[in-house]
């Protein structure tokens, strides 16, 4: 991957005659996180719930859509509430009209509090924490193991969006903008993943070759999200093992420009060259955003060729993406 020379340097520097090897690098790509983005798997399992406002019947909806058994603790519990006992989205939701006690905690998967008084959400938190279970004190965040986020739902396909508390009104901003660009047909696409994985994993015995596979599914899925899949795509994506077998054993190379160095006047086809790459081979005017757009499982090497420093000689990259493309992989 070659970036360009800057077109504004009137006076450039003589080449030097320095050389150096070629360099694995490792990019370091994965920023400091606020939070971690986990999805529990709550389907069958008890998650305790406090609170009788508003607030706390929609984490119950939230919650019986995945599957738990919520228990709903509430001495006053509003009508919405109620209403959403009374009829919940999947798993059943058990209202107890009393106040919560800490031998409730026992066994829960999750705890989540809504209380109008911090003291009583101080001592919802240390209760949840004595008993072991993960816990959420609604608009709490100091007493929060864990934050819920704003969802864009195409399940099984989920995406969640956090800001740490800080702007829920933006991640708001930014979930409406992706449900305006991610069609709900792909909620029928990611179901056929899942109802065809076993099928596609068998298909081939090679990783590389079963990654293929799968980016031919995908290519498919955003070219028709709209049309539900059906066993006219699985045998079509099938069929295509043979050809990703072959192309797995061949590898291929691509040349990849990076231009002067701005990740987004990189064209579409770059940043989906990059997104496949098995190994990336880049120079010193490649900047770390361009580099964002590969795949964090590849290779990356800097093979530093510039005008006025030591390079790397023209024919050991050479020989690095012909090494590299012999082995299967796919060199950028």
Sequence with gaps: MWGEANPNETNPKP??????APTETRLGRMEPLARLPVFFAL????????????????????????????????????PTLRAVAQDPPHGPIRLHERPW????????????????????GAAFAAAARRA?????????????????????????????????GAAPTL???LRAKIEAVAPKGLKRWAEAAKAWRPAIQAASESSDARRRIWERFTRTAL?????????????????????AETAAASG???????????????????????????????????????LEFARREAKTMLVGKTGHGPSCRQDEINGLMVRFARQGKRVR
């Design 15 to 20: 080449m030097s005659s320095a050389t150096r």
């Design 171 to 173: 991640a708001q901003w």
């Design 43 to 78: 389907a069958g399992r008890r998650v305790v719930l406090v609170g009788g406002s508003d607030a706390a019947a929609w984490k119950a909806e939230l919650l019986s859509a995945t599957g738990a058994t919520v228990d709903m603790f509430a001495a006053d519990p509003a």
């Design 252 to 290: 291929e190379v691509t040349l990849v420009g990076a231009g002067p160095g701005s990740a987004d006047l990189l064209t579409l086809r770059a940043v989906r060259a990059l997104q496949s790459a098995d190994v990336v081979l880049y120079d010193d005017l490649v900047s770390r955003d361009v």
């Design 101 to 120: 006690r800490p031998e409730d905690l026992d066994g829960a998967a999750l705890a989540v509090g809504a209380f109008g008084d911090e003291s009583e």
């Design 223 to 243: 070219a028709r999200p709209d049309d539900p899949p059906d066993e006219a795509d699985l045998r079509a994506i099938l069929a295509s093992a043979h050809e």
């Design 132 to 164: 072991g279970v993960v816990v959420n004190v609604v608009d709490r965040p100091a007493y929060c193991d864990f934050a819920f986020g704003a969802i864009v739902n195409r399940s099984p396909l989920v995406i969640g969006i956090s800001t740490d």
